[in-house]
T-cell receptor, first 114, second 111 residues
Framework: DAGVIQSPRHEVTEMGQEVTLRCKPI?????LFWYRQTMMRGLELLIY????????DSGMPEDRFSAKMPNASFSTLKIQPSEPRDSAVYFC????????????FGDGTRLSIL | QKEVEQNSGPLSVPEGAIASLNCTYS??????FFWYRQYSGKSPELIMS????GDKEDGRFTAQLNKASQYVSLLIRDSQPSDSATYLC???????????FGAGTRLFVKA
């Protein structure tokens, strides 16, 4: 079975540009999570969705960040305008609903803002 | 106080030894506990989950949970150089969807 699919795998862009990261969760999973990982801050939860509805976006660092989940098989994380401090690895993860369900991670997008 | 705490390491063990990784958590309503392995440059990969007090074994891995002490550990028997990675402890409560991750422990297994 296909796992969580993220694109692009790598993104290098200049400061001020808009960046869009994409995620396709595992089929049948109804919870989706966006994380950011850096050496300094570790793995940070940005936002999560359940049944396509944003449940908690308290981890989104600024208004420059936005996320959408228009349907059960697709989500985007957008940064506009991007800044060098946004450089990190961004992971998408999905799970079945339920307290005992683990999350499964995509391969991540390595983002570099110059 | 961090919600899930792990020693950042690095923890260095010789090949063939038992590696012991520890984790404490602060939220008493946590009900699910997970161990993820993350190789450098890769994504976290689930290796163990545990929900009840006691031990759970899967191959060379044993997870141990003590809810009274709010403590969960991972033992890796017969450690191999390929086990060298960062191990993330994570917890999830019954009331929500959120999984809380620790900062991870780096493990080095010396050949």
């Amino acid at each position: 079975d296909a796992g969580v699919i993220q694109s692009p795998r790598h993104e290098v862009t200049e400061m001020g540009q808009e960046v869009t990261l994409r995620c396709k969760p595992i089929s049948g999973h109804n919870s989706l999570f966006w994380y950011r990982q850096t050496m300094m801050r570790g793995l940070e939860l940005l936002i999560y969705f359940n049944n396509n509805v944003p449940i908690d976006d308290s981890g989104m660092p600024e208004d420059r960040f936005s996320a959408k989940m228009p349907n059960a098989s697709f989500s985007t994380l957008k940064i506009q305008p991007s800044e060098p401090r946004d450089s990190a690895v961004y992971f998408c993860a999905s799970s079945l609903q339920g307290w005992n369900q683990p999350q499964h991670f995509g391969d991540g997008t390595r983002l570099s803002i110059l | 106080q961090k919600e899930v705490e792990q020693n950042s390491g690095p923890l260095s063990v010789p090949e063939g030894a038992i590696a012991s990784l520890n984790c404490t958590y602060s939220d008493r309503v946590s009900q699910s506990f997970f161990w993820y392995r993350q190789y450098s440059g890769k994504s976290p990969e689930l290796i163990m989950s545990i929900y009840s007090n006691g031990d759970k074994e899967d191959g060379r891995f044993t997870a141990q949970l003590n809810k009274a002490s709010q403590y969960v550990s991972l033992l890796i028997r017969d450690s191999q150089p390929s086990d060298s990675a960062t191990y993330l402890c994570a917890t999830r409560g019954t009331g929500g969807f959120k999984t809380i991750f620790g900062a991870g422990t780096r493990l080095f297994v010396k050949a």
